[in-house]
Structure formats: structure tokens, C-alpha cells
């Protein structure tokens, strides 16, 4: 065991680290702290329980006391808001004894904390991508204390780097070196990701310090088991699987689902047969009900919690004993995060077990497990030169300058490694289109863009309270790729429950009606379109509707699809599937069994890498391949495509 003062000089850190009870570090702070301490750029790769936070600050926390450090030095970047106010309390017990300050910045932040920010510039400041985007455009106050940052710290990689938040961010990272005109030091942390070299070049960017890719995955034991619900009646199948879920469940578990609504059905289910310790916690429950069930399951007070991927990521939930997904995440990376927050110690088992509810279910569940015990993971796939997020971008930094030439503009994005590619060409071609419509406009004098007339038309600031047209937004909406979504927020009395999707209040709901939200039952009392609010009561009722939410989804990747396929053919042709770290319950293997048998007995054609197999049933075409999700719906737009021209 090598000493804990081997890898951090400063006594006073030392001492800390000594009052944390520390006696020695995880293989990820051992291999990451030297890297940093050197300057290296650090992608880090490590289980959930590793420390990976810890890994990256200590050292910063160092340089920091060595060298005299002006704020804001740190920017700590994650992509959910759940996960900052976690951050920040973990960063604040060392904050506070080294004499450094942390803050918070997320649109729930009270305003009494915004004040407090630009009274007392914080050392450390903990954002998502659309935080640091509101401060870089429209925060001349606070966005000069940007140019003393010497570090950036991006949380969960792997959930930021396959969607356009990653482009976002990535844009943002080069508009901040601009500011500091400082190749500022780059730190990635992520518990899994396929491929780390593209994630490393989307975050590095145009860095030109030495970087590190550090994958500190030590064997862990991970215990899979897959279980099914054998029936074809709905009305059944929530009733069986809830009995199966009350066998499996110890002491502190997680029980993930693939959608909000399934979480309230399924917490119904579990609650009539006698679970009553047991929460609901999606992103449509509203924030304080949410924290408040996190704590209640880290003292104990709940047995489990009813969950989407709200819970996937890195709060720190204590103990969790055993994970259970009720039917496939879809995602091998998922997955594993998932079964990740079980066994949260590094010396323990993660235990965590896959409900089905049909043999395709069964075949996904087992595809899925064996890819992941094999860390055969989904590559990202890093959106080339997306036009829409480049236009926000160039309107972002119209906004931040308030003239600015486009040639400084072009040279800023080019640096973001997926704009390395943008031509001037189409860069041109962008500016001439955002000209067009009014978004910017040309200052001839000073030969430089601004914005236009359509602008503060289109993003508006009190909207809810002024006449609206489909084509205009709220403010806060420029600042993001996430779509918004229209919603009703519900409340009882003055507490905030939730909240429901505009579309399905709008079909569906009618004042007496009762529904299910928060794992409870309400009964409508008013609905007021104009201040998009329910108000409720809550309601003794047995029978509630579970709301629609509008979502993506699961969405099965390709890698996964070709495995379920290249699995099904070893079975058909009695290979071995087994492995020791998987455990098939009798349903499971009953339902899987089921499924050779049958395609063996019907000879039914299965398609394989050079074939794909169409159906006719009646005035429909059924095309069959293992192309997973993406290949799918790209398929069905050039099919839908190619009739349409032909016979419209």
C-alpha cells in the first residue's frame, strides 16, 4: 500500500484527508491525482464508488493553495440539476476548511443565492451546460470573474457526449478559453463509455495540453439475474410482476423502469399488495418530493424506490443493496451505471436483476447482460457540424459581444472538434440565412453582426403573461437543446406535486377526474389554462389514470440489436449461452425455450447480416432486420419519403 502522502503534498490537505478516515486511495485517485498534478488534460474512467469527484478536485484543491488562486478558478460541470445540489454539499465539506467557497447555479437556485454569488465570488462554481450558457451570454456581471478559470470538471461524460448538449458544451469550452485566453486545464469523469477517445477530443477540444485517458475499471463481481412474467393478460401482468418484484426486493433497492408511467403503475401495483414503504421518483415529480425520498431511503425509512433515470446517475443514495429493471434499460451503458449504484463499495458484489414480461424481453435482457459483463459497450456518436446548434451559438456570442465580427465568431466554433470541419462556405451560408429572417443584421459602420429585430420577438421575457403565437419562446429557452415541453404543474394547496404534459390535460382531463402522480391519488379540482395549473385534492379512490407522458423512450441501439440476433442463433443451434455471473431464473429460461421451440417448429426465417426479411399482412410491408433503433427510423423516412413522392 502506497502511503495517501505520497500523493498529495500539502499538510493541510493531508490532514483532511486523514479526517475523511482515508487511509489509503482508490485505484482512480491513485492513477488520476499524478496526472492532473502534472497538467495533463484527464478523461477518468471509473465504477460508481471510486471517488472519481474526490479524484479530480483534490489535487486542484493543491495547486489552489500553492499558487494564489482569484475566482471563479473551478467550473464544475454536470448535466443534471439533481445532481448539483449533491456536488456542492460534497465539495463544501473541503471548501470550507481550506478557506475556498463553492456555489451552485441552476434555474431552482433561491434568488437569495444568485445575490450572495455576485457579492462573494465563489472559488468553485457547479452549472449544467445551459447554466454556463446563460452566464457566457447574458451575464455581463458575473461573466468577467470567467476569466480567471484554470480548471473545468465535466460530471458523466457519457451522458453528455451522444446528444447535442455535447455540442453545446463543447462550443461553450472554446467561448471560455476565449475569455480566460488561457488553455485552461480539462478534467472528464464518467463510469462508462465506449469508446473514451472520441469522448476525450469532444471535451478537449482545441487544447493543446498533453492528455490522458485513464480507465481505472478494476474487476468487480457483478451478478446478473433474469427473471419473466409468463402471460399475455394485461390485466394480470402488472399483478404477477409486482409478486415477483416483492420476492426479489432486499433491504434498500432501486427499481428502475423505462418511463414515468410505468413508474406510477408499477408503484400502485407494488403498494396493493402491502409495499407502503416505497416512493416514486421521476423527473415529472416535483424537485422537493424527490430530495425528500432520497433522504428518507438513505436513513432507512423506505425499503426501495420506484425510478427512471432520474436515479441512474451519481447521487449519492448510501448502501444501495440490489438493482431491479423492470424489463431492458435498451442501453448496455445504461445498464451497467445502473446495476453500478448497488454494491456502492468498492470490495462488494453489485447484484441486480432484469424483469421480463415476454421472451423477446427474456432474449434482450440476456443479450444486454452478456455484452455488458464483456464491457462491450455503445460507441458515442458525435453529431457532425449540427446547423441548429451552430445557429444558437452565433446568436450566443452576437448576445454576448453585442457586435462582434463573424470572422471572430468562425474561428471560435471551428476550434470545437465537431465544427472542425465547418467551411466558411456553409458558415456564410448560416449567416446570410439568420440575416434573411431578422435574427441578425449587418452594422455597416462598424462591419461587425448584431442582433435583429426578430430576435427579442421570437425569445421573449414574460410570455405567460402576454398575447403568444405558436412561433414564439420563452427567454430561457434559447439557452438550451433540450426541448421544452408544455406542461400543467400540479399542486395541492401551496405544495408543488408535479407536473403532467400539456397534450394529454388538454385530451384527457376533466375537472372530477382522479389521476396518479407523485405515487398518489388526486382528484381535479380546477384546471386553469392560463397559469398552466391543476389544482387538487387529494382522493381515497382505489381506481386513478396514469398520465401519458411524451417522451423518447427506450431506444435500442444497433450493437445491442446485432447481439440479440447473433444470441438467438446460438440458441437455435443448442450452443452454450450460459455464463457464471448469470443467473436464469425457470420463468425466464420457460419463455426462452418457448421462443426456439417455436421458430424451430413454424420454420420461421430469421434475417442475419446479408438478409433481411419482409412480411406482407394484408396492405402492409414488415421489415425485418437487426438494425436497432437509429437504422430503423432512418429507414422508415426514406421508405415514407419515396411513396409520398411517388403517389402524392
Not at 1 to 13: A, D, F, H, R
Not at 164 to 169: A, P
Not at 574 to 600: P, Q, T
Amino acid at each position: 500500500m502506497i502511503p495517501v502522502n505520497n500523493y498529495i503534498g500539502n499538510e493541510v490537505l493531508r490532514s483532511l484527508v486523514k479526517e475523511r478516515g482515508w487511509n489509503d486511495f482508490t485505484l482512480a485517485q491513485k492513477l488520476a491525482i499524478p496526472k492532473i498534478k502534472e497538467g495533463y488534460n484527464v478523461l477518468l474512467i471509473a465504477p460508481t464508488g471510486y471517488g472519481k469527484t474526490e479524484a479530480a478536485i483534490l489535487p486542484i484543491f493543491e495547486m489552489m493553495l500553492k499558487n494564489e488562486t482569484k475566482p471563479v478558478a473551478v467550473v464544475y460541470i454536470t448535466p443534471l440539476k439533481a445532481l448539483i445540489n449533491d456536488i456542492t454539499r460534497r465539495l463544501k465539506w473541503w471548501t470550507d476548511k481550506l478557506g475556498f467557497t463553492v456555489a451552485r447555479k441552476h434555474g431552482d437556485v433561491p434568488s437569495y443565492e444568485k445575490v450572495k454569488r455576485l457579492k462573494n465570488v465563489p472559488h468553485i462554481i457547479v452549472t449544467t451546460p445551459e447554466g454556463l450558457e446563460i452566464d457566457l451570454d447574458w451575464a455581463p456581471k458575473f461573466r468577467k470573474y470567467y476569466s480567471n478559470v484554470k480548471w473545468v470538471i465535466i460530471d458523466e461524460v457519457h451522458e453528455i457526449v451522444q446528444s447535442k448538449r455535447g455540442i453545446q458544451l463543447s462550443v461553450l469550452l472554446e467561448r471560455l478559453k476565449e475569455i480566460t485566453q488561457e488553455d485552461f486545464q480539462r478534467i472528464g469523469l464518467s463510469a462508462t463509455i465506449g469508446n473514451p477517445e472520441v469522448a476525450a477530443k469532444l471535451i478537449f477540444g482545441s487544447s493543446r495540453r498533453k492528455y490522458a485517458i485513464i480507465n481505472a475499471h478494476e474487476e468487480k463481481n457483478m451478478i446478473f439475474e433474469i427473471d419473466s412474467v409468463n402471460t399475455n393478460d394485461d390485466e394480470k401482468l402488472w399483478d404477477l410482476a409486482s409478486r415477483k418484484i416483492i420476492k426479489h426486493i432486499e433491504e434498500q433497492s432501486l427499481i428502475f423502469v423505462n418511463s414515468r408511467a410505468a413508474a406510477e403503475r408499477l408503484h400502485e401495483a407494488l403498494e396493493k399488495h402491502g409495499l407502503n414503504n416505497v416512493g416514486v421518483h421521476h423527473s415529472s415529480v416535483s424537485k422537493e418530493i424527490r430530495y425528500k425520498l432520497e433522504n428518507m431511503l438513505n436513513s432507512g425509512k423506505l425499503s426501495c424506490i420506484v425510478c427512471t433515470k432520474t436515479l441512474e446517475l451519481g447521487i449519492d443514495l448510501g448502501n444501495i443493496n440490489k438493482i431491479i429493471q423492470f424489463q431492458p434499460p435498451g442501453s448496455i451503458t445504461a445498464l451497467l451505471q445502473r446495476i453500478g449504484r448497488s454494491g456502492h463499495s468498492i470490495n462488494t458484489s453489485s447484484k441486480g436483476l432484469i424483469l421480463c414480461l415476454n421472451s423477446v424481453d427474456v432474449l434482450e435482457a440476456l443479450a444486454t447482460v452478456m455484452l455488458a459483463l464483456n464491457r462491450d459497450l455503445e460507441e458515442p456518436c458525435v453529431f457532425e457540424c449540427p446547423l441548429d446548434v451552430l445557429a444558437k451559438e452565433v446568436l450566443g456570442i452576437i448576445l454576448q459581444y453585442g457586435k462582434v465580427d463573424p470572422n471572430t465568431i468562425y474561428r471560435t466554433i471551428k476550434k470545437a472538434y465537431p465544427y472542425r470541419k465547418l467551411t466558411l462556405n456553409i458558415f456564410n451560408k448560416l449567416i446570410n440565412y439568420l440575416t434573411r429572417n431578422g435574427l441578425i443584421c449587418w452594422d455597416p459602420q462598424e462591419r461587425k453582426l448584431k442582433l435583429g429585430s426578430m430576435f427579442f420577438k421570437i425569445w421573449r421575457f414574460n410570455l405567460e403573461h402576454g398575447f403568444k403565437t405558436w412561433w414564439m419562446k420563452s427567454f430561457s429557452e434559447f439557452f438550451t437543446t433540450i426541448s421544452e415541453r408544455s406542461s400543467f404543474q400540479v399542486k395541492y394547496g401551496n405544495q408543488v406535486i408535479g407536473d403532467i404534459d400539456a397534450h394529454y390535460v388538454y385530451r384527457f382531463l376533466r375537472v372530477g377526474d382522479v389521476f396518479r402522480l407523485s405515487g398518489r391519488n388526486w382528484r381535479v379540482v380546477e384546471i386553469d389554462d392560463s397559469l398552466m395549473r391543476i389544482n387538487v385534492i387529494s382522493s381515497a379512490k382505489d381506481e386513478a389514470e396514469i398520465p401519458i407522458w411524451r417522451s423518447g423512450g427506450v431506444r435500442r441501439p444497433a450493437k445491442l440489436s446485432k447481439a440479440m440476433g447473433y444470441l438467438l442463433s446460438k440458441l437455435l443451434s443448442e450452443s452454450d449461452a450460459s455464463h457464471r455471473n448469470i443467473v436464469m431464473r425457470e420463468d425466464a429460461l420457460v419463455s426462452l425455450k418457448k421462443l426456439v421451440s417455436e421458430i424451430k417448429s413454424k420454420k420461421i426465417k430469421l434475417p442475419d447480416e446479408k438478409t433481411m426479411i419482409v412480411e406482407r399482412d394484408g396492405n402492409e410491408y414488415i421489415f425485418l432486420y437487426w438494425m436497432g433503433q437509429n437504422t430503423a427510423e432512418t429507414l422508415a423516412h426514406i421508405l415514407l419519403y419515396l411513396i409520398s413522392t411517388k403517389y402524392t
